[in-house]
């Protein structure tokens, strides 16, 4: 799924979450046994496949789309939900568009949501189940309790994924201090950085679905995630190779764009970033520029730290510089210059003692 794709599909369910007046609606129908279609938007694109019904332009109750739903033909909301536009419409749609449903109701919903891209939801009266569909995405809507137990169990792995990101990232500090780095090192990292955006970002999905009853699984996945900041970001920074058509956003897209299966393939993630000229060796050297350890000072600001590395071009140069050397870079300055020799060295102190012990 597309990121825009992926971001239309979340609006969509934040809309009939739970303790929403949509979702309200939505159970009601079901607690009645009856089914429905509804298209959430009435613009121009919806009217032109609308055929007869009738025009209601009334502000939306749950109580008034249960009463609706008793009619056959298709509802049309406001796009944020807030109006009946209209009621009793029978939908007409491309019938060219493909679609993988078998119901006439799940048909037609999926070929509108094809069709115009806006959400379309069926209620199922015989499988007694919400689907809503954007574009070419189908959501079924679980019950709360099964979308907490989903959520719970992404959190345990998340968990896990963030301890191990923890551990290589710990390692890679350690090894940049003492210029030990190899491609495998810097694209472990941002492996297991990926894969645990991948995994929040699935468990941001369970909290937008479950609504008001998703804060506690919200907290617990801003605990996990503080720290992590931009550190993918910043591996990519120090290690990729930029050039005329390639730069920081090409590197950072093609990493969110590989596979689940590409991903565990450490050279294909490295010919996708351009961390490597040619065949990707995993066992070569590599020399960080010094980006990711000089964003953990604390209160130093981006443009001094491109400062910093444009006047000495790496890590390793940026450690040995003396005090005098530091002050000299624009907009350093001598205090900047003792928090940076400082905190490197008690980076490079917390570093090597994490790895060794």
């Given at each position: 799924?597309?990121?825009?794709?992926?971001?239309?599909?979340?609006?969509?369910?934040?809309?009939?979450?739970?303790?929403?007046?949509?979702?309200?609606?939505?159970?009601?129908?079901?607690?009645?046994?009856?089914?429905?279609?509804?298209?959430?938007?009435?613009?121009?694109?919806?009217?032109?496949?609308?055929?007869?019904?009738?025009l209601l332009d009334a502000a939306y109750s749950p109580q008034r789309l249960s009463e609706l739903s008793k009619m056959d033909g298709a509802i049309v909301l406001a796009p944020d939900a807030s109006r009946i536009?209209?009621?009793?419409?029978?939908?007409?749609?491309?019938?060219?568009?493909?679609?993988?449903?078998?119901?006439?109701?799940?048909r037609t919903a999926e070929r509108v949501g094809r069709s115009i891209n806006v959400p379309v939801i069926s209620?199922?009266?015989?499988?007694?189940?919400?689907?809503?569909?954007?574009?070419?995405?189908?959501?079924?809507?679980?019950?709360?309790?099964?979308?907490?137990?989903?959520a719970n169990q992404a959190v345990q792995t998340l968990e896990r994924y963030k301890t191990r990101l923890d551990e290589v990232s710990v390692a890679l500090s350690a090894l940049e201090v003492e210029d030990l780095v190899t491609l495998r090192d810097v694209v472990t990292v941002l492996q297991r950085t990926e894969?645990?955006?991948?995994?929040?970002?699935?468990?941001?999905?369970?909290?937008?679905?479950?609504?008001?009853?998703?804060?506690?699984?919200?907290?617990?996945?801003?605990?996990?995630?503080?720290?992590?900041?931009?550190?993918?970001?910043?591996?990519?920074?120090?290690?990729f190779h930029e050039e005329d058509s390639w730069h920081l956003a090409q590197?950072?897209?093609?990493?969110?764009?590989l596979s689940d299966d590409e991903l565990v393939d450490l050279r294909r993630v490295a010919s996708a970033v351009h961390l490597a000229d040619g065949p990707p060796d995993l066992d070569q050297s590599m020399s960080p520029r010094g980006y990711r350890l000089l964003a953990r000072i604390p209160?130093?600001?981006?443009?001094?730290?491109?400062?910093?590395?444009?006047?000495?071009?790496?890590?390793?140069?940026?450690?040995?510089?003396?005090l005098?050397?530091?002050?000299?870079?624009?907009?350093?300055?001598?205090?900047?210059a003792r928090a940076v020799k400082d905190g490197l060295s008690r980076m490079a102190e917390a570093s090597i003692l994490d790895r060794y012990n």
């Open positions: 799924m597309s990121a825009a794709d992926r971001q239309a599909m979340l609006d969509a369910l934040a809309l009939l979450s739970p303790g929403t007046p949509l979702r309200d609606g939505l159970d009601r129908i079901l607690q009645a046994g009856m089914g429905a279609l509804i298209v959430v938007g009435d613009g121009p694109p919806v009217l032109n496949i609308c055929s007869g019904g009738f536009a209209r009621a009793n419409v029978h939908l007409v749609p491309n019938p060219s568009v493909a679609t993988t449903e078998t119901g006439t109701r799940h209620v199922s009266q015989r499988m007694n189940v919400i689907s809503v569909y954007v574009g070419d995405e189908k959501h079924q809507i679980d019950p709360v309790p099964r979308v907490i137990a989903r894969m645990v955006a991948r995994i929040a970002a699935e468990i941001e999905g369970y909290i937008v679905e479950l609504g008001d009853d998703g804060r506690l699984v919200r907290l617990q996945l801003e605990e996990l995630t503080a720290s992590m900041g931009d550190d993918r970001r910043l591996v990519v920074r120090d290690y590197a950072l897209g093609a990493l969110a764009d209160r130093l600001p981006e443009n001094v730290i491109e400062a910093i590395v444009d006047q000495f071009g790496d890590l390793q140069k940026i450690l040995r510089a003396a005098d050397d530091l002050d000299e870079v624009a907009g350093v300055g001598k205090l900047r």
